[in-house]
């Protein structure tokens, strides 16, 4: 019988490595895609992908694809850093404390599940991991950017992505939020916003953002497309340029797959 050695499939061009934090006891799995092509003289554009487990294949091949026809696509290439875990699976548990703020448990929803919910409060940390751990790697191994770099997030990731935006409007110049769980906590995050609406008065914020939902997605009780579209009209008044996508017959989870394509263009007009 005639047979062929087996091997893993591998994603073209792409690397990953365990990263410690210094914050917490623990480590994230990171994933890195560069382009093939040589950098701009200023470097390459930065994407940072939350939940890198489920979605880092799917941006890089869009990426990969639609970088090379630049001129028809208006997609230019860019550095994809994907931060993971060190699991097999999609998602790991450990985003509910790395993407929220600290809560009490009076203040969530209740749990699909009706148990309590996972360890949460952690995004404090995650982001001192990304800003202080993490970015100081990319800005060593590769010629980055720094005047275009985008964090991208959905659900709990999309969350993070608004908070930080919130609390550190500078530490990103684009903001992609897909199907953001304001819900989780929106007495805080109404907080966080008046606290950023105070800066915006005393400063510009030149910021991009983007926030996201499937349409199919308005049926929840958690209020998500609306919490979403009322967000982004908020963030306008604030001198944001903000830009609200409901994509057509997609619910929660696939609406990641047009949110990518979306996501990549928008960051390429930083």
């Known amino acids: 019988m005639n047979t062929t050695e087996r091997k893993e499939v591998v994603i073209v061009g792409a690397e990953q490595k365990q990263v410690k934090s210094r914050f917490e006891a623990k480590e994230y799995q990171i994933f890195v895609s560069k382009p093939s092509s040589e950098p701009p003289e200023n470097g390459y554009p930065i994407i940072y992908v939350l939940d890198a487990n489920s979605i880092f ?11 090379g026809r630049s001129e028809k696509t208006g997609v230019v290439p860019a550095i994809i850093v994907g931060i993971g875990y060190p699991v ?9 404390y790395d993407f929220t703020f600290p809560s009490t448990n009076e203040e969530l929803p209740l749990s699909p599940s009706g148990r309590a919910w996972p360890k949460h409060g952690g995004a404090e940390n ?8 993490l970015k100081p790697i990319m800005h060593r191994d590769f010629h980055v950017d720094q005047n ?31 199907s953001p769980s304001i819900h989780w906590n929106k007495r ?13 008065r005393k400063e510009k914020i030149n910021v991009n953002v983007l926030i996201s939902v499937g349409e199919l997605e308005k049926h929840h009780k958690s209020g998500m497309n609306d919490n979403a579209f009322q967000c982004s009209n908020r963030f306008k008044k604030y001198g944001l ?6 994509f057509e017959d997609e619910g929660h989870l696939s609406v990641l797959l047009p949110l990518v394509n979306k996501a990549i263009r928008f960051s390429s007009v930083v």
């Open 126 to 133: 995650f982001l001192r991991f990304i800003e202080e751990d």
């Open 57 to 67: 294949g799917t941006v890089v091949e869009a990426m990969r694809l639609q970088s």
């Open 241 to 246: 340029h903000v830009e609200f996508k409901e």
């Open 188 to 200: 805080l995050f109404s907080q966080l916003e008046e606290q950023f609406q105070e800066k915006a």
């Open 88 to 96: 097999d699976t999609p998602f790991s548990v450990e985003r509910y």
């Open 148 to 178: 275009k770099q985008t964090i991208f997030g959905h659900s709990l990731g999309g969350l993070f992505v608004l908070s930080t935006l919130l609390v550190k409007p500078h530490t990103f110049q684009t903001y992609i939020a897909g």
